[in-house]
Each structure stands twice: as structure tokens, then as C-alpha cells.
T-cell receptor, first 110, second 114 residues
Framework: QQPVQSPQAVILREGEDAVINCSSSKALYSVHWYRQKHGEAPVFLMILLKGGEQKGHDKISASFNEKKQQSSLYLTASQLSYSGTYFCGLPGKGYGKLTFGQGTILTVHP | DGGITQSPKYLFRKEGQNVTLSCEQNLNHDAMYWYRQDPGQGLRLIYYSQIVNDFQKGDIAEGYSVSREKKESFPLTVTSAQKNPTAFYLC?????????????FGPGTRLTVL
């Protein structure tokens, strides 16, 4: 079943913060986060493998709350380069399958 | 450099023609995947392959076919049976089907059927 992302779109000014949520109706075992620039391939950001895990890369971090069946992506002091569509992917049954959310469009203005 | 290549970047075909999209990887990854992305939409899984000579249907396999004769290659054929083939097609690979790993994507092929 497809995870649900919220919000669908976010508009920020440089330096502002944003949070993107990814929720599942089923138990979460891992969460994969990607960013896609317009017309390009999704780029892997990070993977969270267990409840309570938090990771960060530069000013982008994520948390994984398995009890709430939710993961959140935090973008701090956003930069113009953060603009794009963010997807979360949840593992399916076997073979390394991922089911992706519908995406959150993040736009950062100067 | 290791990576995933897809060719061509843009492809135009007439309605009713079959077309094959190329996907090659030199990462020595076992698993490979094909996704379709429509404007403003997420990624939907078409086919996937865990090992050579084995592949499975994804969520939207109708009108598509694949082969996996070599580890490095996973071509996708869009047949005339696919009713709405115009889309952005993405190929991905993963080191192995199991374990805490993720998928890495190629640059994509934008197919337009006229």
C-alpha cells in the first residue's frame, strides 16, 4: 500500500525550515528518502532502518517512529538547492521492492 | 565510473509501435527495477528482477515486457498493448534484493508516443 506524504507542497524562503512526513498504514521496517529535481532521476538521501533512528546529512535529517508508523524529513536553514520533489519509499514483499509515496514538492525562493 | 545508464534520454515513437528502452549497470548489482513516472506523480513499479533469467511483475506490468539475460542489462519493451505509454521511465538497481540497502536510479528515458 502506498505511503502517504504530507504536505503535498511547501514553499519556503532561503533559511527557513520544513518538515515532510511519510505515514504508513502498515508496520514500518525501514524508510528510504529520495529527492528528485525536475526532469532528473531520484537521488538517494538516506535510509532509516529501525525505530527511533535518526540520521542527518548536512542540514537534512530524518527520524523514524515505528510506533506511529511514520517517518519525518527535516530540512533546516533551507538552500535554493533543496528545491525538488521528495519521496519516501517503503519496502514491499521481498526482492528489495520499494513502494513510493506521491511526493512532496519543495520550492525554495531567494 | 560505476553507475546506471539509460538510453536514449528522449524517445519518440508512433502509436502502435513497440519500443525497447535500454538499462545498463556496471555496479555489479544483482537486482534491477523499472519504474514509470507520470507528471506530478510518484514512481510506479513495472517489473523487477532479483537475478539473471528471473523477473517478476510489478504493479503496472500490463503492456510491458522485460528480459534479464545478463546481470548488467535489464531492457524494457513498451508494447503496442500499453494504452498510454507516454511517460518518464526510470531504471534502478540494488546491490542485492535482501539486506539494508537501497535502490539507485539511472537518468531516465522520456518516451513520447505520437
Amino acid at each position: 500500500q502506498q505511503p502517504v506524504q504530507s504536505p503535498q507542497a511547501v514553499i519556503l524562503r532561503e533559511g527557513e525550515d520544513a518538515v515532510i512526513n511519510c505515514s504508513s498504514s502498515k508496520a514500518l521496517y525501514s524508510v528510504h528518502w529520495y529527492r528528485q529535481k525536475h526532469g532528473e532521476a531520484p537521488v538517494f538521501l538516506m535510509i532509516l532502518l529501525k525505530g527511533g533512528e535518526q540520521k542527518g546529512h548536512d542540514k537534512i535529517s530524518a527520524s523514524f517512529n515505528e510506533k506511529k508508523q511514520q517517518s519525518s524529513l527535516y530540512l533546516t536553514a533551507s538552500q535554493l538547492s533543496y528545491s525538488g520533489t521528495y519521496f519516501c519509499g517503503l519496502p514491499g514483499k521481498g526482492y528489495g521492492k520499494l513502494t513510493f509515496g506521491q511526493g512532496t514538492i519543495l520550492t525554495v525562493h531567494p | 565510473d560505476g553507475g546506471i545508464t539509460q538510453s536514449p534520454k528522449y524517445l519518440f515513437r508512433k502509436e502502435g509501435q513497440n519500443v525497447t528502452l535500454s538499462c545498463e549497470q556496471n555496479l555489479n548489482h544483482d537486482a534491477m527495477y523499472w519504474y514509470r513516472q507520470d507528471p506530478g506523480q510518484g514512481l510506479r513499479l513495472i517489473y523487477y528482477s532479483q537475478i539473471v533469467n528471473d523477473f517478476q511483475k510489478g504493479d503496472i506490468a500490463e503492456g510491458y515486457s522485460v528480459s534479464r539475460e545478463k546481470k548488467e542489462s535489464f531492457p524494457l519493451t513498451v508494447t503496442s498493448a500499453q494504452k498510454n505509454p507516454t511517460a518518464f521511465y526510470l531504471c534502478a538497481s540494488r546491490r542485492s534484493a535482501g539486506g539494508p540497502d537501497t535502490q539507485y536510479f539511472g537518468p531516465g528515458t522520456r518516451l513520447t508516443v505520437l
